[in-house]
């Protein structure tokens, strides 16, 4: 007899805000951004927006090896990261108002496709709690 198969499809029931994924960059974006702050935007991808939302690895951009990108980064985050660097690097301390549409754009399409990796990292950070609590 032939049972039917179980499909697991993981159903977005929230999106995530930028608070949520980049709780580093969202704090600065609200305050004010220093040349510390720009010079990271610009040169720096695996501290950036992106990269924060990645862990602050280079995952994303493959490690840096162009044909492991389609297997372990994604390509859309690269061009994310390099549009918020060359925003940062074109309008300097005024970009927080160029770089909001680039953000809100950004947010979406990590709901939509990585969604998966924040909500890991905020599991891993509750069991870490609980083991304290429990130790």
């Known amino acids: 007899m032939l049972r039917p198969s179980i499909r697991h499809t993981s159903t977005k029931l929230t999106s995530l805000a930028l608070e949520e994924i980049c709780p580093t960059w969202s704090n600065k974006l609200e305050a004010d951004l220093d040349k510390d702050d720009l010079h990271t935007l610009i040169r720096k991808p695996e501290m950036c927006i992106v990269g924060e939302a990645w862990g602050h690895t280079s995952r994303y951009l493959g490690y840096r090896v162009v044909y492991l990108i389609p297997f372990i980064g ?11 660097g060359k925003t940062a690097k074109q309008h300097n301390e005024l970009c ?40």
Not at 113 to 129: F, S, V, Y
């Open 96 to 135: 927080k108002s160029y770089l909001q549409p680039i953000i809100d754009d950004f947010v979406d399409h990590w709901n939509e496709k990585h969604q998966e990796i924040t909500l890991k990292k905020k599991e891993e950070k509750n069991i870490a709690k609980l083991n304290l609590i429990i130790n």
């Open 74 to 84: 994604c390509w859309k985050c690269i061009k994310y990261g390099n549009k918020i």
